[in-house]
């Protein structure tokens, strides 16, 4: 057997594929992360205006935190939620700039295709042992690496589902893309004057949706001439406005608690149960159909913002062989623990190897993108995955099997989806990591001997 530590690409220099590349660099295994953006966090740094939900004691993976350390890293406050931004400038660029992982990241580096050397999907024997060649472009043209383990932690950002009620593009959605956006643009910050004082349509019913309006009803309060249409595939407006006061989560309840405000006032101007079809434009307008683009449901909105999730890029993994759920197309043995129909991001259990491993022995899939469609995908669940992952990697099975990670009930989805600005938070914020309270007052309030402040 050779003696040469095992060299394991990485895609993606996000989160996950960061703590994935200082995992194999503690075992004494040769990571090289693939990063298709200019710089790491590519994906993170499109919504860097948006406050985390979990505080950074969640954000941070061990076994990057000990290569930082050793940089003398003042690691941040443990209880505070951090922006996007804040993730990528005081944890991802140290992580991957000032310790020894920067000889190890390639940025401006798309992955084009995966395979195994010698072998296309069809061939079978001796496959196991072949080697990966990873193909990919960096701007002078196609270049090729070889490794023996690959692990795809690129992420679903830069394929967001499309506005069409059917999971396809609406009619001439593409050809009127100027006017619409996907994910949650900083509609308060970069994005201002795309949006002040037009009217928008959001479409979508998840945190993404009604963080996007939210901050959509702030700039209307300086831009009066704002307009906000809420448009929902399904019939029913009150699920996304969470449990309010009897959501264990006290932090979404309040949001919830906003959202329902706003809506109920009429501040946003509600469409249900409109299944978008077509979209053309005349003039500066955008017409979103419902069933026909003659005579059907009809609306008229200056821009759109899309919001109805994200979805795996699997284009440049077409000759490995692969295994997905047929709905979420994630690893089919994860696919009942994350199923969005019955989990929320605080009650899927953590899981590694066993959970990812694909028929492509030495290939696994991290990250968000392993959750496929499913939107409760967690970093610190990443952070347990590709620890387990890298040790199965390394041969190291009991480690791979051993689950390390405890997550808390609910206790970490503890903050909705919101910008920069938001000044929300039930009672003065959510309350610190550890304590028994539902926000920063009633932390307060037990703190100092008495039952809690009473807002729930
Ligand atoms: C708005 C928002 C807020 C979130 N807030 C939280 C939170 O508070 N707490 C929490 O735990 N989770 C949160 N998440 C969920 C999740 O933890 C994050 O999305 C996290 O960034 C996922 O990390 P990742 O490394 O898997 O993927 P990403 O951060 O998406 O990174 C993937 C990287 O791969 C690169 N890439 C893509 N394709 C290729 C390719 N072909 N070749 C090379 N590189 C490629 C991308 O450029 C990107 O840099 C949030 C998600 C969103 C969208």
Redesign the pocket.
Known sequence: MSNTPKSVAV???????LAAAAHVLARGMRPVV????EQ?????RR?SH?R???PWS??VDKAAERLLAEQGWNGPDPNHYPT?GELVEHYLEPLAMRTPLSEHVRTK????SVARSGFDKVKTVGRETAPFEIR?QNGRGSETLRADAVID??????SPNPAGINGTEAIDETANAGRIAY??PDVLGQERARYAGKSVAVLGAGH?AVGTILDLAKLRKAQPATEIIWILRGDNPEKSFGGGANDKLAARGELGHLFASLVRSGGVRVETGFRLTHITASGQKLHLHAGSACCGRHLEADELIVATGFRP?LS?LRELRLALDPALECPPILAPLIDPNLHSCGTVRPHGARELAQPEPGFYF????SYGRAPT????T?YEQVRSIVADIAGDKDAAERVELVLPETG?CS?P?TSVNENDGCCGGPAPVGVDACCQQDANAKEAGKKGCGCS
Do not use: C, Q
């Open positions: 895609i993606g220099a996000g989160p996950v594929g693939l990063e298709a953006g790491v966090g590519h994906a993170v919504w948006v985390m939900f979990s969640y954000n996007g580096a798309r992955v084009i990919y932690a690129s992420g679903t950002w830069s994910g949650m993404s890029d440049f991290a990250g968000m993108k995908f967690l970093m610190m990443g970490v903050r989806l």
